[in-house]
C-alpha cells in the first residue's frame, strides 16, 4: 500500500480469517496512515 492515496473497504468489521483479509488491509492502512473509508454492509455492527 505504498502507492496507495486512500483505500475504500466493503468489510463487515469481522476479525481476519487468514493473512491479507480485508481486516488486514484496513488495519494496515490505519497503521500506515492512510485514508480508509469503510462501507459497512447492511447487518453489520461495530464495536
Known sequence: MDTVDLLVA???GLPARGFGGT???VAYAER???P???IWPPGATRD
Request: hydrophobic share 50%; charged share 15%; aromatic share 8%.
Open 10 to 12: 466493503v468489510w463487515d
Open 23 to 25: 481486516a488486514d488491509a
Open 32 to 34: 500506515t496512515g492512510v
Open 36 to 38: 480508509c473509508t469503510i
